[in-house]
């Protein structure tokens, strides 16, 4: 990366994009010379309507607006920018010549989190730029924390699919959807075959080797952003395929007993080789009133799998 790529990195991640909502020409002019100055994407509306019409066409972080204005002022364009659902905060100033408490309270508690009073000082004005920057990346941040914590609380930390807890949230979400637009849905029941053994013969350090390199195989065979993996406990897995018929669900299951049980692991230079067993179960709901479970879907292709080890026993090597 050079660095005209890193200076404007960071040109975009401190200078947030501000709409400013002027009615006078003059004061508009001389807000966007202040802001662009600045190093700030500006754009600019005439009043409240119009800046809202812009807002709902592109976010805005920072809002800059003036209290009177024709159509709708800015404390009616605060009150609707907080009554609507937004991707993320936006931090709104009010602009105003009234500088009464009671005036204050009011743009206040309509939804601004600051204000400047006309004329307006542009050192006071970068000022409270600064502050709403400030708390924009604090949000950020926040974000940033709450996503990394969600994704830890659903995944499972050894081998990186998710966790029962995810399976349990979200297997009724994807049946509901199968259900809703007709579609097939499917799953495969996964069990290691002789964990144990592995275990007991090499230690549990290779044990989790073993279920590592057994979830990427699985992972490395699946499209994009469809279908989903969980460790269900121990060596059980279960994957979850959307749009994917029983016949379908057969056929990967199938391919994935062959790529297993060709795949060596290595362990501190020992190679080790698994097999594992499937269970496949589904459904294709011909109205969106079919009724299947969770429980249902998982408890019938627990006992396919069984059956797929009772019928056939691999031998293993160790």
């Known amino acids: 990366m050079n660095m005209i790529e890193k200076t404007n990195k960071n040109k975009s991640k401190h200078h947030f994009p501000v709409l400013i909502v002027e009615d006078n020409a003059v004061s508009r002019k001389l807000l966007e010379k202040a802001l662009t100055k600045a190093g700030h994407e500006v754009v ?11 807002f709902n066409g592109k976010f805005f972080p920072i809002i800059l607006t003036d209290w009177l204005m024709p159509e709708m002022n800015g404390i009616e364009l605060c009150k609707t920018i907080r009554e609507s659902s937004t991707e993320r905060y936006v931090f709104i100033i009010l602009l105003t010549a009234r500088d009464s408490k009671d005036d204050i309270v009011v743009g206040l508690e309509a ?13 006071e004005l970068m000022a409270r730029l600064n502050t709403g920057k400030r708390i924009l990346e604090l949000e950020s941040s926040l974000k940033e924390a709450n996503r990394e914590i969600k994704l830890l609380s659903i995944t499972d930390p050894l081998t990186g699919c998710y966790n ?31 964990f144990k053994a592995v275990n007991d013969i090499h230690g549990h350090h290779a ?43 057969v056929l990967t299951a199938e391919r994935l007993r062959g790529t297993i049980s060709e795949r060596e692991i290595n362990v501190d230079g ?16 011909e109205t969106s009133e079919d009724k299947i479970s969770s429980d249902a879907i998982i408890n019938q292709a627990d006992k396919y799998l069984y059956q797929s080890k009772n019928y056939y026993h691999p031998d293993f090597f160790f």
Do not use: M
Request: contains cysteine; glycine residues 8%; hydrophobic residues 35%.
């Open 111 to 123: 939804g601004a989190d600051d204000y400047l009073t006309k004329p307006i000082n542009n050192a």
């Open 44 to 54: 600019s509306a005439e009043n409240g309507r119009e800046a809202l019409e812009i």
């Open 207 to 249: 044990g989790d080797q073993v279920l590592e390199e057994f979830a990427r195989s699985i992972k490395e065979s699946f499209r994009y952003d469809i279908d989903w993996l969980t460790r269900y406990g121990g060596e059980e897995f279960i994957i979850v395929l959307p749009e994917t018929d029983i016949k379908g669900a």
């Open 164 to 194: 029962r807890g995810y399976l349990n949230e979200k297997l009724p979400q994807e049946i509901k959807r199968a259900r809703r637009y007709k579609h097939p849905l499917s799953i495969i029941f996964c069990d290691i075959d002789h």
């Open 270 to 285: 020992v190679p080790i080789h698994i097999t594992a067993s499937f269970g496949v179960s589904g459904f294709v709901p």
